[in-house]
């Protein structure tokens, strides 16, 4: 492998001719873990993306000459455009500042400039990083891959998963079955509100996760590094909130404490819990659809689901709720994303956090995860969600808790005592009445009428 000699502050380092990155990536990939948990590629296009911006604001400001900032623009677009992307080959293990991973992006600008000039005329420092920080760049850059992901790729997703369970549920109107409550039989419901209440516990989340997000919208750049903004021209930060929302399309603002967003996670933690919440309300229905369908003959077995997969190496003709076992295991794990990043924003020091690595690495994992976990669930589970009529009405006539409706009737220690005996004697309500002589058998009809009940 041709080797060439790259020089920082540290001195020179051999560096491959095969890659575009110096002497302080370089030194990055020798010393942390290699090939374990790479920064996040959402992480690393925010960052070119501000690279970009800095290098229009800093020419409209008069600090940087033309000629310079179309080379760092036209490197950045290539970036940005998907190429060089194994010339970012850091992992999320290193310093907690970020400043390996922003150095990784300025060198890679400055190498791809300095070849189409033909000349070194680009410095990572002095000219890719000028105006900023990595202590300013790097959170700056967790705001934007958040929020992209975000509007991009869940918010949409949530959307077509609450119009499929609202869909599902208008298919399911007309139908009574048994509640429960404390895995206990209860009063009877309509399936379409049982179906339709989990789209709208869904649709909520997204309306607390778009709140929370408002705060992601706050940019610290400009206040470099620690803050202050020293060495940041005035006007920079204005301007480069405008320019990243144009380039974005994202609708930004400027964060008039830049000390709170470089020494505070706390929008990114406020957001994260938005997603934990989603996280808890999707185990919980999928769990739902679980205990409802299973079965198929010695279970409840109310719903049917999709079979997609053979459910077993041994036991023929067996079919597993797989999507629910994948759904709960993303909510699991986002769970423990939230507990990482709750972490790490508590374990931040004086003007800085150094944690923000994990904490982009588990708010990118816990999005994506959520993203096409929901959408999986949603085209292999729920579009496909059959109800078994037959054992509804089956469980439905078993019920003892119809007995609720005699109560007004007869009082509730009558009621109590009917569902007892009936209970015992394995006999149906209506049958244990005839032996009690509660009420006529004409007037138990009449009152114990489940469409009555919904």
């Not at 007309?174 to 409550?181: E, L």
């Not at 369908?293 to 010695?298: A, D, F, L, V």
């Not at 295991?329 to 508590?346: C, G, H, K, P, Y």
Request: charged fraction near 25%; glycine fraction near 8%; proline fraction near 4%.
């Amino acid at each position: 492998m041709k080797m060439r000699i790259e020089r920082d502050s540290l001195g020179e380092v051999e560096v491959s001719c095969d890659v575009y990155w110096g002497a302080q990536t370089q030194r990055s990939y020798q010393n942390f873990p290699k090939g374990l948990d790479l920064m996040p590629r959402e992480q690393i296009m925010a960052l070119v993306l501000i690279k970009k911006a800095a290098a229009l604001v800093n020419f409209k400001l008069g600090i940087l000459d033309e000629r310079r900032k179309e080379l760092i623009v036209y490197a950045a677009d290539r970036l940005l455009g998907g190429e060089f992307s194994d010339n970012f080959p850091l992992t999320v293990w290193q310093t907690g500042s970020g400043t390996q991973t922003n150095m990784n992006v300025n060198e890679v600008i400055g190498h791809i400039a300095n070849e189409k000039a033909g000349a070194l005329i680009i410095h990572p420092n002095d000219h890719v990083n000028k105006s900023q920080s990595s202590n300013d760049t790097f959170p700056t850059a967790i705001h934007l891959a958040s929020l992209n992901l975000l509007e991009h790729d869940l918010l949409p997703e949530i959307d077509k998963f609450v119009g499929q369970l609202a869909k599902k549920a208008k298919s399911f109107t007309g139908i009574i079955k048994t509640g429960r409550t404390h895995l206990q039989d209860a009063t009877p419901l309509k399936l379409s509100d049982e179906i339709g209440t989990y789209g709208e516990i869904i649709y909520r989340d997204k309306l607390y996760l778009e709140k929370l997000m408002e705060d992601l919208r706050l940019l610290p750049i400009g206040g470099t590094a620690v803050g202050s903004g020293l060495n940041a021209p005035d006007g920079f930060s204005k301007m480069m909130v405008e320019e990243l929302s144009d380039l974005s399309g994202l609708a930004l603002l400027e964060d008039e404490n830049k000390f709170l967003g470089l020494s505070s996670k706390q929008a990114v933690g406020r957001v994260h819990s938005g997603l934990r919440l989603l996280a808890e309300d999707l185990n919980k229905i999928a769990n739902d659809l679980r205990f409802l369908s299973c079965g198929p003959r010695t279970g409840i077995g109310e719903l049917i689901l999709p079979a997609n997969e053979p459910g077993s190496s041994i036991m023929p003709g067996k079919v597993n709720p797989t999507q629910v076992e994948m759904l709960t295991m993303i909510a699991m794990q986002v769970l423990a994303n939230d507990t990482a990043i709750s972490l790490a924003n508590a374990s931040g020091q004086l003007e800085l956090n150094t944690y923000m690595p994990l904490i982009i690495h588990n708010m990118v994992r816990s999005i994506k995860l959520l993203a096409e976990g929901m959408q999986a669930f949603r085209k292999n589970l729920l579009e496909n969600l059959e109800v078994n009529s037959e054992k509804i009405q089956e469980n439905l006539d078993k019920s003892l808790m119809l007995v609720t409706a005699l109560s007004p009737h007869i009082g509730y220690d009558k009621a109590a005592e009917l569902a007892k005996y009936a209970h015992k004697k394995k006999l149906s309500l209506r049958q244990a009445n005839m032996d009690l002589d509660f009420v006529s058998d004409e007037e138990f009809v009449r009152i114990v009428d489940p469409q009555k009940m919904v």
